[in-house]
């Protein structure tokens, strides 16, 4: 069984939206996406136009440098917000709760006091979109394009991924460059990804002991326990802090990552994360799976190898869900949990 990852709104109100932290963002937005915000063509960087960018159903061309940028997901929110603009709409998230610190920070750096949103509950709002005149549309981290992509395309071109797998298993570096090139800001995002190596490696020198650990990340959702350090997902932060994913993670894909409490022993490595957004609507309680003889037995949680990751800060689902925002604020969060789960009793 799969669970649907989304960077959506409707998993944010299951997972919560990634919390994320202050990228590498410069003074530099678009109109209508909040107050005092410029345009993306205000930016003297890298990249000529019209741009042309193969997609996993046709071709995207850009034939000028972008001013108004829409947004499909919270991770392309993320992308657009660290390379420095202010989208002119994006899917409403938040559902009314307190805004991730990261886009806070993000959004005071930017100038801007919030982000014109639209109601996603029942998918993309088309014509929210529309209203807004965008000159180019991100869809690089969402799981709804082939509902969205011909309906998106009427209304401004759609940048997105260049194979469908690509859906779950591209990094947050190459989203950000794919948006980055239709953006003609290039340059910015290697500058992001520049920055946010910097901390890791800062970190990952503090924390030298985590380099070769195996590590497990799982999520308890009402369906199943999902394996989410899959073999080809994206590992984030992980393995550049030096950890590298568990062996049974070649056992579980994006279609195939569920764990039944029958198989919990797949779960072992060095260090195992687990969180539970769902609390008691979940396959299984905490303190259930905390009794359950066969989790008990494992050495990882034997040993006290074992933590769980908080999901009402956001942290769960940024560490499941990476982007170019979030990366900084992951590792000054996870690193210390780490050390402290792989040291054990």
């Not at 002991?209 to 999520?219: D, F, I, K, P, S």
Request: proline share 5%; with cysteine; aromatic share 6%.
């Amino acid at each position: 069984m799969k669970t649907r990852p989304v960077r959506h709104r409707r998993a944010a109100r299951l997972f919560l939206a990634a919390a994320v932290c202050l990228g590498l963002v410069t003074a530099c937005s678009a109109p209508g996406g909040g107050d005092d915000a410029k345009g993306a063509s205000d930016k003297g960087s890298s990249g000529g136009f019209p741009v042309s960018l193969a997609n996993a159903w046709g071709t995207t061309k850009v034939p000028k440098r972008p001013v108004k940028v829409a947004t499909v997901s919270d991770g392309d929110t993320a992308i657009a917000l660290a390379l420095g603009i202010v989208p002119v709409i994006t899917p409403d998230v938040e559902d009314g709760k307190k805004m991730a610190a990261y886009k806070r920070r993000a959004l005071d750096k930017l100038g801007a006091k919030k982000l014109k949103t639209y109601d996603d509950t029942d998918g993309t709002d088309y014509e929210a979109i529309a209203a807004e005149e965008p000159d180019v549309i991100l869809g690089v981290n969402t799981w709804e394009m082939d509902t969205d992509y011909d309906k998106l395309t009427p209304i401004a071109p759609v940048v997105t991924f260049t194979d469908k797998k690509q859906t779950n298993t591209m990094t947050w570096q190459d989203r950000l460059k794919t948006a980055a090139r239709a953006l003609g800001l290039s340059a910015e995002a290697e500058g992001v990804i520049a920055h946010n190596r910097k901390v890791t490696a800062t970190h990952a020198a503090a924390f030298s002991e985590l380099r070769g650990a195996t590590y497990t990340y799982a999520v308890v959702h009402p369906e199943q326990i999902s394996y989410m350090s899959y073999a080809d997902q994206d590992p984030g932060v992980f393995e550049e802090l030096g950890l590298r994913k568990s062996a049974k993670a070649k056992n579980y894909a994006p279609d195939r990552n569920g764990v039944s409490l029958e198989n919990l022993d797949q779960l072992e490595a060095d260090v195992l994360l687990m969180t539970y957004p769902f609390g008691d609507e979940g396959v299984i309680s905490r303190s259930e799976l905390s009794g359950n003889k066969l989790f008990r037995s494992l050495k990882a949680v034997r040993g006290g190898h074992f933590a769980v990751v908080p999901s009402d800060n956001g942290l769960a689902s940024a560490i499941a869900y990476p982007n170019a925002l979030s990366a900084p604020w992951v590792v000054e969060k996870l690193t210390p949990l780490l050390a402290k789960a792989l040291k054990g009793k």
